[in-house]
T-cell receptor, first 113, second 112 residues
Framework: AQTVTQSQPEMSVQEAETVTLSCTYDTSENNYYLFWYKQPPSRQMILVIRQEAYKQQNATENRFSVNFQKAAKSFSLKISDSQLGDTAMYFCAFAGSARQLTFGSGTQLTVLP | ETGVTQSPTHLIKTRGQQVTLRCSSQSGHNTVSWYQQALGQGPQFIFQYYREEENGRGNFPPRFSGLQFPNYSSELNVNALELDDSALYLC???FGQGAEQYFGPGTRLTVT
């Protein structure tokens, strides 16, 4: 069974600064996907970024980028130029061959003005 | 393009009752997954439906059941409600066996 661990329950960052959220996972599969989802107080789970395990290049979406270390089973999210609207709970998620998502416990990010 | 929709938004039920939650998938998506998110926790996978067949199930008892219809919309049914069933229920849709899932706004179920 897969497990996803987010060891930072809460983090804060000043507006316009950069912050990195950590995630580690455990799996015996070789082909899988990793995701970061954002859940603001509205509860809607929003896909932020995805990474295919077979790709060595780290994914980037505008201000969001990941540092994917397959051997270390690490998948961190970097948010550059943080904005107040980035305040949310962030979940790291894994999808293997079964295509069901396994989520971490989340990191509550607060962007301070 | 229509996103994932869920109904109702909120629901209050009494222990022992039965409840049905509904989900319409994003246009073009034929796979629906259901997740339970307890307060302060990450979502837990309940089950997935692909082309009207159950295609995977998490560690949930049989009183959690589902359906997928020919238009790919889906229902989650929970019988004999327990207090611990109080949670946010999230529906997500995807295309085929694709891993990328898009979520609806959720249904908040409270069992008293």
């Amino acid at each position: 069974a897969q497990t996803v661990t987010q060891s930072q329950p809460e983090m804060s960052v000043q507006e316009a600064e950069t912050v990195t959220l950590s995630c580690t996972y455990d799996t015996s599969e070789n082909n899988y996907y990793l995701f970061w989802y954002k859940q603001p107080p509205s509860r809607q789970m929003i896909l932020v970024i995805r990474q295919e395990a077979y790709k060595q290049q780290n994914a980037t979406e505008n201000r969001f980028s990941v540092n994917f270390q397959k051997a270390a089973k690490s998948f961190s999210l970097k948010i550059s130029d943080s904005q107040l609207g980035d305040t949310a709970m962030y979940f790291c998620a894994f999808a293997g061959s079964a295509r069901q998502l396994t989520f971490g416990s989340g990191t509550q990010l607060t962007v301070l003005p | 393009e229509t996103g994932v929709t869920q109904s109702p938004t909120h629901l209050i039920k009494t222990r022992g009752q039965q409840v049905t939650l509904r989900c319409s998938s994003q246009s073009g998506h034929n796979t629906v997954s259901w997740y339970q998110q307890a307060l302060g926790q990450g979502p837990q996978f309940i089950f997935q439906y692909y082309r009207e067949e159950e295609n995977g199930r998490g560690n949930f008892p049989p009183r959690f059941s589902g359906l997928q219809f020919p238009n790919y919309s889906s229902e989650l049914n929970v019988n004999a409600l327990e207090l611990d069933d109080s949670a946010l229920y999230l529906c997500a849709s995807s295309f085929g066996q694709g891993a990328e899932q898009y979520f609806g706004p959720g249904t908040r179920l409270t069992v008293t």
